[in-house]
């Protein structure tokens, strides 16, 4: 038996709220994902490309928390007060980040997560937004920015370098591009200002104006353009500038109201906007006005419209394969998105086959394929495959090439009767992503019927049942087979018998219910009718039961049967549970206040189960008096550590805290 220990004065409120949970797996993603990350607020974020890793600062929370690419929470670095901008070392090697509530910088080890050297600024010097230039790293602090160079013996700390920029005091943001050497972007309230850094202190090159709403600026990989979050002039989108004398040029429109901008390393814009009913993320080409892709985020609230982009919460993976956002939504949950190929365009493949076609017969399929914003060549290639009872993993045929419209079309002679699948695909080039259409055409043949019972419900553990399948009309075969499957990949796919049907057209098979179970009745066809085969799924509960000790009696509270504790006394909850390797049992739970049962932070936490099928948890004691809990344990369907039995739950256990 194996026994967590959870305490704290406030156990009940705070339960289940570290530790306890388990993460995923470790690897990149490969498409496109979402994330809820465990953070009340988000000040800046910033992707490490040599480690796979995304960093996330939580200011109000005072911690950074590091996720791999598909947002999986690798680790948490806490105690770092009002934490607001990070940055990368040219090398991946160090995260620099700005401690605002300690006026100072602390690096962090990127290969072991840990905070090595804090670096303090001084008295009222509050750092917010980083930029690493050749290697210093410069800091804004209200409308003043300076540096930090740690590369010698002793660090060296330049403060008041804006110069006469004619920051108005509402907050400098920092830009640079690791492509663009001695290069700085400044910008505070309506101006804009680009410095020379490649001295010791900076220099002021040019200043000028932008818009005030601007929430964020970034500099160009070729070093000609500061973007700016908001375009000056009206109209929503992102502000192009001249980096040599900030004259404005063409902007990058979005929707309302802009909040981000990040450039790639190979120059694609990403604008950002905090829109409830428009897209939030909008990708260009350098120069072109229209976006090339556009990301809209879904609505995970409550509202009537989406969840929108956290100001300034964009950022690029550093070989632009992907960009990462983060939404929030009106409950205050905050999500990591990783949107992949956004520079990509999305073309479209359509196919159209006939509704219907008689075996051995010619037929014709046609289709298109279209891109909205860059049209592609006339023979571009398409590859097809045909799915039928006779190649059911699949056939290549012959490629297909487009003409100057986009539009396709070929003939075949399907061999095979039943559904024949015709799929089209795209591979995709630097400009597009992949794309497939399919269509099926119904081939003519006799079929018959073949039904099985029992699906879809769900049983006690153990309970023995039987399943019959029925089989129409046929030619000459009359035999079928039950199989039956264990959810499991330690349980293999069993035939448990196998006979001719009797005259009613039916045979039976009992199937002990201890998992989730597919059942299968196959009939392989005869001359005239075509092979038939019909799947259904049954259910199988677990057991589980609770214990709870440590208690000095046991007494009702209205309705109910409660454990009462002394205030002091942690309870102990043990539960059993059919075991399987790896199960976790989930404990649930509640407090009781107002006249509701409320379900704590963190609840429902997950505990393994020692080969015995029992775990035992340590609740942790109330510390206080009248406190009315329940608890409960659970198998639950995929979180609790495998698939192989259906979602059951114990009774209520009621706890009392007396003095």
């Known amino acids: 038996m194996r026994r967590r220990s959870i305490s704290t004065a406030t156990a009940l409120a705070v339960l289940f709220g570290s530790a306890a949970l388990a993460v995923g797996a470790a690897g990149p993603a490969t498409a496109d994902s979402a994330r809820i990350l465990p953070v009340k607020s988000v000040g800046d974020m910033v992707v490490d490309g040599v480690h796979q890793l995304v960093y996330v600062s939580d200011p109000t929370s005072g911690k950074i928390i590091v996720t791999d690419y598909s947002g999986t929470v690798r680790t948490t670095l806490a105690d770092e007060p009002g934490v607001t901008g990070l940055a990368l070392s040219a090398d991946s090697s160090q995260l620099y980040a700005a401690v605002k509530g300690d006026n100072r910088i602390v690096t962090v080890d990127t290969q072991t997560a840990t905070p090595t050297v804090s670096y303090p600024l001084g008295t009222d010097v509050a750092p917010s937004d980083l930029e690493v230039v050749d290697g210093r790293i410069w800091f804004s602090y209200g409308d003043d920015f300076g540096s930090l160079d740690i590369s010698g013996a002793e660090p060296v700390i330049h403060l008041d370098q804006r110069g006469d920029a004619g920051f108005t005091g509402s907050g400098t943001v920092l830009a640079a591009d690791p492509s663009v050497p001695g290069v700085l972007a400044a910008a505070d309230g309506g101006r804009l200002a680009v410095y020379d850094v490649t001295a010791d202190g900076a220099t002021l090159r040019t200043k000028g104006s932008k818009d005030s709403f601007a929430k964020q600026i970034d500099l160009t990989p070729d070093g000609k353009q500061v973007l700016t979050s908001w375009a000056e002039g009206g109209g929503y989108g992102v502000g192009a500038y001249s980096a040599t004398d900030l004259a404005q040029q063409s902007n990058y429109p979005t929707d309302p109201y802009p909040n ?271 092979p038939k085969t019909v799947k259904v799924t049954a259910y199988a509960k677990v057991k589980v039961s609770t214990a709870v000790t440590k208690n000095y009696k046991k007494a009702a509270i209205g309705s109910h049967t409660y454990y009462w504790f002394h205030k002091n006394t942690s309870p102990v909850v043990t539960t059993t549970m059919t075991y399987y390797p790896g199960r976790k049992q989930s404990l649930e739970l509640e407090v009781y206040y107002a006249g509701k049962w409320y379900e704590v932070d963190g609840s429902p936490a997950y505990f393994a189960l020692a080969a015995n099928g029992k775990s035992a948890v340590s609740l942790g004691a109330a510390g206080e008096s009248g406190i009315k809990a329940r608890v409960r344990a659970a198998y639950i369907n995929g979180s609790s550590g495998d698939t192989v039995n259906s979602t059951t739950y114990s009774d209520w256990k009621y706890i009392y805290f007396s003095n």
């Open 260 to 530: 981000a901008v990040r450039i790639a390393p190979d120059g694609s814009v990403a604008g950002g906007s905090s829109s409830w009913y428009w897209p939030d993320v909008h990708i260009f080409r350098p120069g072109d006005p229209k976006p090339v892709r556009e990301f809209e985020f879904p609505n995970t609230g409550n509202s009537s419209g989406g969840d929108t982009l956290v100001d300034g919460a964009l950022a690029w993976a550093p070989d632009s394969s992907r960009i990462f956002a983060v939404s929030q939504n009106d409950g205050g949950v905050y999500t990591l998105r990783a949107l992949t190929d956004p520079a990509k365009e999305l073309p479209t493949l359509t196919v159209a086959a006939p509704t219907k076609a008689d075996l051995a017969k010619k037929l014709t399929v046609t289709g298109k394929l279209t891109s909205t914003k860059t049209a592609l060549p006339a023979g571009t290639s398409l590859s097809v495959t045909r799915t039928d009872l006779d190649s059911p993993s699949g056939k290549a045929l012959p490629a297909v090439k487009t003409k100057a419209d986009g539009s396709f079309s070929f003939t075949d002679i399907p061999p095979a009767g039943g559904k024949v699948t015709y799929k089209v695909s795209f591979a995709g080039d630097t400009t597009h992503t992949a794309a497939s259409g399919s269509d099926a055409v119904e081939v003519s043949r006799n079929a018959t019927t073949l039904s099985l019972n029992n699906n879809g419900k769900l049983y006690s553990y153990g309970a023995d049942v039987k399943f019959t399948a029925h089989l129409g009309t046929t030619y000459k075969n009359r035999t079928v087979e039950i199989w039956a499957n264990p959810f499991g990949g330690d349980k293999p796919n069993k035939l448990i018998r196998t006979a001719t049907v009797n005259s009613s057209g039916n045979i039976s098979a009992t199937v002990d219910m201890t998992r989730d179970t597919d059942v299968t009745a196959v009939f392989k066809g005869d001359a005239r009718y075509q």
